[in-house]
C-alpha cells in the first residue's frame, strides 16, 4: 500500500482508465499510478460548479482526509483541480458501496438486502470508522450504504467524509444560497427542523437508517418522494423494520432481538437519548463478528468495480440530495419548523400537514387547531435533487400562511411557482398539486 510520500499532484499522472461509479454530484474512475509502483487508485471528479466552499477550506479538509489513519476510514491520497474539476484520488475498494454490492447481488438474483450476519459485520467496522470521526470532534453528516466501501477481503471503509459539506445544488446560484443539508431519508428529524442545530448525533440517527438499508435493500421510506420523507421523518414514530412490507432478512429468517435493540436505539427522535459510537460498540451485539461469509457468499461472488459498465441506476425518489434554502442565519435556524411537527402524527396516521402561522393545515384543506407557539419564517425552502422545491412561508402577525410548491427551471426566469396564499378551497388545491408535485413524477429517469 503506497501510504506516506509524496503523491503527484497532477491529470497527466492519473490516466483514467474506467468510470466505476456515478453519485449526485462526482464520477468516480479507475486509474493506476506510475509514480506509486502503479498502484490502483479510485478518482473522484467533482465540478467545482458544485462545490461551495472556498479553497482553503476544501484544502484543509482534504489535509485532514489524508491525514486520517484508521482502518475503517477510506484514504485520500491527494487533490488537485484540473480545469474547472476537483480531482481527488483516494484509495481503491475494489468491490465498491455496500449499495452497489447489494444491487448487483439483486441482479444475480440474490434478492434485497444482506444477511444480518454480514451486515452486522458491516456495521461494527464502520461504527468503529464513525467513532473515529466523533472522537476527533467532526461529523460525517452523510452516513449510508453507498458511502461504505468494500474490498475483495471485507475490508470496510467509510467513504465521503466532509465532502458533503462542499456540496450545493448547480441550479440556480443567483437567487439564493443553497446549501447541502443531506439525503432525506438519511437525515435525523433534527437536521431537518433546523432548530436547535444538530450535533454528531445526527450521525447515530444515519447510522440507524443504515443499518435498516443494508437489512432490507433500501432505506425506509425510499419510496417517497423527498418532501414526504422530510413530512413523514418529522412527524412519525422513528421508522423501524415494520416500515417494510415484510420484516423478514433475505434469506427468510427473521432479523435477531439484538439487531432490532441497536436500530430501535439509534433511531430515537431525541439525540439525547441515542447512544454514543462507543457505548454501541460495547453492545454484545458487535462482540465477535466474522467477515468470513461476507467473504465467500457475498463478495467472491460481486463483480470487481471497473469490469462491468456503470448503469446509471434511476434513484429512488427520497435517496437524491435535499438542500435548504435561505437568506441568513435566521431563516436557517427556524428551518423546517414550519413542516408540523404534528401531534396526528402517530403510527398508520401520516398527514399532509403544513404549519402555517398559528395554524395547522390538513390535506383536505380543514383546519386542525392552533398550533404550538412557534417562529415561523418567511420563506424557508427546500430544493430537491431534481430541481422541485417546497417553500414554506409564514405570516405570524395575520395568521394568514402561504405554501409554495414549484418545479425548478421552468419557465423563462427559471421556475413555475405555484401560489397559495391561504384560504381553504385553494389550499385543498394547492395539496392536490403538491402531491402530485411530490409523487416523483418529476423524477428524470437515470438521474443518478
Ligand atoms: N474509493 C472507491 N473505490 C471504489 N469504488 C468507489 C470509490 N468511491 C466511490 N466508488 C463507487 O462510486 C460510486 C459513486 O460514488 P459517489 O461517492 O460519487 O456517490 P454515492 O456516494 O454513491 O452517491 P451520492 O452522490 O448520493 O453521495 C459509489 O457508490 C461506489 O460504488
Known sequence: MPEGGDWPSCVEQFPLEKKIGQGAFATVYKAHCPAKANVAVAIKVMDLENINSSFEDIRQEVQMMRMSDHPNILRCYCSF?????????????EKGSCLHVMTQAKRMGMGEGMREEWLAYILKESL?????????????????????LLDGEGHVRLADFGVSGWLINSGDRRQTTKTFVGTPCWMAPEVMEQIDGYDYKADIWSFGITALELAKGYAPYAHFAPMKVLIMTIQQEAPSLKSYPDDKSVDGEPFSRGFREIVRLCLQKDPKKRPTCTTLLNHKYFGKRSKDSLVSELLAKVETVGEQDVENTPRLPGTGPAYVSHDGAETLRAGAAGIARGEGGGKGEYQDTVKAGKEERLAD???????????????????????????????????KGAAEGSEGQKGTDGTKNRENKGGGDDDASFYDDFEKLTKGENFKDGDA
Request: proline fraction near 1%.
Open 128 to 148: 468503529q470508522g464513525l467513532k473515529y470521526f466523533h472522537d476527533q470532534g467532526q461529523i460525517h453528516r452523510d452516513v449510508k450504504a453507498g458511502n461504505i
Open 365 to 399: 384543506g380543514s383546519k386542525k387547531g392552533p398550533a404550538a407557539e412557534e417562529e415561523f419564517v418567511r420563506g424557508t425552502t427546500w430544493v430537491f435533487d431534481d430541481g422541485s422545491q417546497v417553500i414554506l412561508r409564514a405570516e405570524a402577525q395575520d395568521g
Open 81 to 93: 483541480v484540473h480545469e474547472c474539476q476537483l480531482w481527488l484520488v483516494m484509495q481503491m475498494m
